[in-house]
């Protein structure tokens, strides 16, 4: 079985502070793909990156980067200078490749409630 | 406009009225998956389908049911919802089970 934890209910930070939303999941196959995704107050889920479990390299994206270390089996999400607008509940989420032991499952997180405040 | 619609997005009901929320895709994707969305759980798989005709349970199948006779289409059926199924439920797809989800607005039901 696969397992994705979010240990941070909720998060409140002022803006223009660094946050970091942290991830850790337990999988049992050697492939997979980790996910984050945006729901902000009005309701939708936003897709905002995948990363392949072979490429251990950081990604940066503006304000958003991300951290995937496999040794620690985390995948850590940081805003930088946070705004407003950053405000939303964030989900890290879980797939295997195909051939996987859980082919098909996305296992998500509990999610991360973020608040920034003006 | 790429997108998957969800019918209705807002529904009360009583125990035991059977109701069927419907979901459909107009991207051509193969992969569908239902979700529910309950506070502090984060959002849980219900039902997914790899192609047409073919289903499988998430984590949380008990009481519910699926099915795929169509690419574009995958309905959620409760044939006696309960109290414990009121929740806000998302429909989902994608090219496969591992790309980036494509997600309806959401239904949010109550049972009463």
């Known amino acids: 079985a696969q397992k994705v934890t979010q240990a941070q209910t909720e998060i409140s930070v002022v803006e223009k502070e660094d946050v970091t939303l942290d991830c850790v999941y337990e999988?049992?196959?050697?492939?997979?793909?980790l996910f984050w995704y945006k729901q902000p107050p009005s309701g939708e889920l936003v897709f905002l990156i995948r990363?392949?479990?072979?490429?251990?390299q950081n990604e940066i994206s503006g304000r958003y980067s991300w951290n995937f270390q496999k040794s620690t089996s985390s995948f850590n999400f940081t805003i930088t200078a946070s705004q407003v607008v950053d405000s939303a509940v964030y989900f890290c989420?879980?797939?295997?490749?195909?051939?996987?032991?859980?082919?098909?499952?996305?296992?998500f997180g509990q999610g991360t409630i973020l608040t920034v405040h003006p | 406009e790429a997108q998957v619609t969800q019918n209705p997005r807002y529904l009360i009901t009583v125990t035991g009225k059977k109701l069927t929320v419907t979901c459909s895709q107009n991207?051509?994707?193969?992969?569908m998956s239902w979700y529910r969305q309950d506070p502090g759980l984060g959002l849980r798989q219900i039902y997914y389908?790899?192609?047409?005709?073919?289903?499988d349970k998430g984590d949380v199948p008990e009481g519910y049911k699926v099915s795929r006779k169509e690419k574009r289409n995958f309905p959620l059926i409760l044939e006696s919802p309960s109290p414990n199924q009121t929740s806000l439920y998302f429909c989902?797809?994608?090219?496969?089970?591992?790309?980036?989800?494509?997600f309806g607005p959401g239904t949010r039901l109550t049972v009463l």
């Open positions: 989902a797809s994608s090219y496969r089970a591992w790309d980036e989800q494509f």
């Open positions: 990363r392949n479990s072979f490429d251990e």
């Open positions: 389908s790899m192609n047409v005709e073919v289903t």
């Open positions: 999988t049992r196959d050697t492939t997979y793909y």
């Open positions: 989420a879980l797939s295997p490749n195909a051939g996987g032991t859980s082919y098909g499952k996305l296992t």
């Open positions: 991207m051509n994707h193969e992969y």
